[in-house]
């Protein structure tokens, strides 16, 4: 049913694009074009040496729609990537780009700081409206810098300033973003290397991690033991660490590598950090807005947050970010945060017609569907493949753990992680036009986070490519 709604407005979008591309044609008439090479040259030329998609993903996009990119050799890829997930209905979708058009020709100034336009009205109305109603009505909003980075950094200042304290907990394999606090509550170490002072006062707890338990464990045993952990150093006074200004955490870690908590889990922490007073702030950046089958990632569990984070495809696939608190967190004073582009009202427009049309249309259900479908594909691919430690996601959160069956296994069976090998089948996967991220440990999940909007059809393509490009890997081992 999703489908018919969707697929007419895709090919009157697909009809646009043509005449869109028509114009560009005419206008670069005389232009000699050029190629993938031209381009990804001139990128290592001028760039610097921290960009990353295009060390794995070496190609240069000439033009998008729906869930496909193409390049500038005339490739076509499925693009499940996505912009790390903030195209929740892919590219060009004529719900967004009309109301960015709309914007436009209302003549809504571009940027706002923090005063206030029938636009931000609009969005702030319809991001509550999306939100528990117990957590909506007792809630407030801060708009933040662009980032999701930025908005992590917002949460921590708030609930500091709140509760007067300075610790704050954080989890193992937790990703929060690449400025400097954020950094700092961020699970991989690489980042951090060579980067002194971050922020002090983060302790990081066990994630449940059922696949590789960081208890040797596995299973229910596992995350059961997370949590009496947890519980103990909360209550020992000689934990070393202060009472804590909030616990943040990711329902689903994505960077992470794909890893979803127990829903009894979350609801145990969050008894946990209610009956100590510790604000619990929830990251939704990646996975808000129907990515996990549910509109917000903590709604499976069944709890609600103290702090919530979103920024990705509360925009539309513009850059916007925001925190949504409880009220009685709102200690801080004018200024206390603030950003120049914190007022995108292009971004509240688009992100305004993304929340309505993903509500409207139930594409937090359709993706549910959708990764359970490439789930089971996945999964029948694993039987006969070693290679294929773990098919684990949540919705259209999907990740593959690749690892080495030569190696010798843990204590668990559990065998090492094979980053080398998820390298390779993700450059295959490019090869048949497939765009997917690596992730997890060692980089050796392969992840996929294609748009909301994506078909049956297409899901099944998904699912024949990467076939073939484990196959053609395990060939040339």
Request: hydrophobic share 40%; proline share 6%; aromatic share 6%.
């Given at each position: 049913m999703v489908q018919e709604v969707i697929q007419p407005e895709i090919d009157e979008a697909f009809g646009a694009v043509s005449l869109l591309q028509s114009a560009i044609d005419e206008e670069m008439a005389g232009?000699?074009?050029?190629?993938?090479?031209?381009?990804?040259d001139r990128q290592s030329g001028f760039e610097s040496n921290a960009r990353s998609y295009p060390r794995r993903l070496p190609i240069a996009i000439r033009r998008a729609q729906g869930v496909y990119v193409e390049d500038m050799d005339g490739r076509r890829y499925i693009d499940c990537l996505a912009g790390a997930?903030?195209?929740?209905?892919?590219?060009?979708?004529p719900i967004v780009a009309g109301a960015i058009q709309r914007t436009l020709a209302d003549g809504v100034p571009l940027q706002t700081l923090d005063l206030t336009t029938p636009v931000k009205d609009r969005f702030v109305e319809a991001l509550l409206s999306g939100l528990p109603k117990a957590f909506a009505?007792?809630?407030?909003?801060?708009?933040?810098?662009?980032?999701?980075a930025d908005a992590i950094e917002a949460a921590v200042k708030l609930v500091k300033t709140a509760t007067g304290r300075r610790s704050i907990l954080a989890f193992h394999g937790a990703y929060h973003g690449m400025t400097h606090g954020a950094l700092g509550l961020t699970g991989e170490t690489g980042p951090k290397q060579?980067?002194?002072?971050?922020m002090p006062d983060v302790h990081f707890l066990p994630f449940p991690y059922v696949y590789r338990c960081p208890f040797g464990l596995g299973g229910e045993v596992g995350w059961r033991s997370s949590l009496a952990y947890i519980e103990r150093l909360l209550d020992d006074s000689n934990s070393g660490i202060t009472s804590p200004a909030a616990m943040i955490l990711e329902a689903v870690q994505g960077e992470g590598g794909v890893i979803p908590a127990p829903d009894e889990w979350l609801r145990e922490i969050r008894r946990l950090?209610?009956?100590r007073d510790i604000p619990l702030i929830i990251d939704e950046v990646q996975t808000g807005i129907g990515r996990t089958g549910r509109l917000y990632a903590f709604e499976h569990a069944g709890i609600l947050p103290d702090v919530l984070v979103l920024s990705k495809a509360i925009g539309g696939g513009l850059p916007l970010s925001a925190v949504v608190y409880r009220k009685d967190l709102d200690r801080w004073q004018a200024g206390?945060?603030?950003?120049?582009?914190?007022?995108?009202?292009l971004a509240m427009a688009a992100g305004t017609a993304t929340l309505q049309y993903v509500k409207e249309h139930r594409l937090d259900r359709h993706a549910h569907e959708m990764g359970e479908r490439l789930m089971a594909i996945l999964r029948t691919i694993q039987k006969d493949k070693p290679q294929i430690g773990d098919v684990r996601g949540c919705g259209l959160m999907i990740g593959i753990e690749i690892v080495n069956p030569v190696d010798p296994p843990d204590a668990l069976g559990v065998y090492p992680p094979h980053r080398k090998l998820a390298c390779r089948i993700q450059t295959e996967c490019l090869k048949r036009g497939l765009i997917v991220?690596?992730?997890?440990?060692?980089?050796?999940v392969v992840r996929f986070l294609p748009p909301l909007i994506v078909t049956a059809d297409e899901i099944d393509r998904i699912g024949t490519l990467f076939a073939e490009a484990v196959r053609i890997s395990d060939i040339v081992q």
């Amino acid at each position: 049913m999703v489908q018919e709604v969707i697929q007419p407005e895709i090919d009157e979008a697909f009809g646009a694009v043509s005449l869109l591309q028509s114009a560009i044609d005419e206008e670069m008439a005389g232009i000699q074009p050029q190629g993938n090479d031209y381009y990804l040259d001139r990128q290592s030329g001028f760039e610097s040496n921290a960009r990353s998609y295009p060390r794995r993903l070496p190609i240069a996009i000439r033009r998008a729609q729906g869930v496909y990119v193409e390049d500038m050799d005339g490739r076509r890829y499925i693009d499940c990537l996505a912009g790390a997930g903030a195209l929740a209905l892919g590219h060009h979708h004529p719900i967004v780009a009309g109301a960015i058009q709309r914007t436009l020709a209302d003549g809504v100034p571009l940027q706002t700081l923090d005063l206030t336009t029938p636009v931000k009205d609009r969005f702030v109305e319809a991001l509550l409206s999306g939100l528990p109603k117990a957590f909506a009505e007792q809630a407030r909003i801060q708009f933040c810098g662009p980032s999701g980075a930025d908005a992590i950094e917002a949460a921590v200042k708030l609930v500091k300033t709140a509760t007067g304290r300075r610790s704050i907990l954080a989890f193992h394999g937790a990703y929060h973003g690449m400025t400097h606090g954020a950094l700092g509550l961020t699970g991989e170490t690489g980042p951090k290397q060579h980067i002194s002072g971050l922020m002090p006062d983060v302790h990081f707890l066990p994630f449940p991690y059922v696949y590789r338990c960081p208890f040797g464990l596995g299973g229910e045993v596992g995350w059961r033991s997370s949590l009496a952990y947890i519980e103990r150093l909360l209550d020992d006074s000689n934990s070393g660490i202060t009472s804590p200004a909030a616990m943040i955490l990711e329902a689903v870690q994505g960077e992470g590598g794909v890893i979803p908590a127990p829903d009894e889990w979350l609801r145990e922490i969050r008894r946990l950090t209610r009956e100590r007073d510790i604000p619990l702030i929830i990251d939704e950046v990646q996975t808000g807005i129907g990515r996990t089958g549910r509109l917000y990632a903590f709604e499976h569990a069944g709890i609600l947050p103290d702090v919530l984070v979103l920024s990705k495809a509360i925009g539309g696939g513009l850059p916007l970010s925001a925190v949504v608190y409880r009220k009685d967190l709102d200690r801080w004073q004018a200024g206390a945060h603030a950003g120049t582009f914190r007022g995108n009202q292009l971004a509240m427009a688009a992100g305004t017609a993304t929340l309505q049309y993903v509500k409207e249309h139930r594409l937090d259900r359709h993706a549910h569907e959708m990764g359970e479908r490439l789930m089971a594909i996945l999964r029948t691919i694993q039987k006969d493949k070693p290679q294929i430690g773990d098919v684990r996601g949540c919705g259209l959160m999907i990740g593959i753990e690749i690892v080495n069956p030569v190696d010798p296994p843990d204590a668990l069976g559990v065998y090492p992680p094979h980053r080398k090998l998820a390298c390779r089948i993700q450059t295959e996967c490019l090869k048949r036009g497939l765009i997917v991220e690596l992730g997890g440990r060692q980089g050796s999940v392969v992840r996929f986070l294609p748009p909301l909007i994506v078909t049956a059809d297409e899901i099944d393509r998904i699912g024949t490519l990467f076939a073939e490009a484990v196959r053609i890997s395990d060939i040339v081992q």
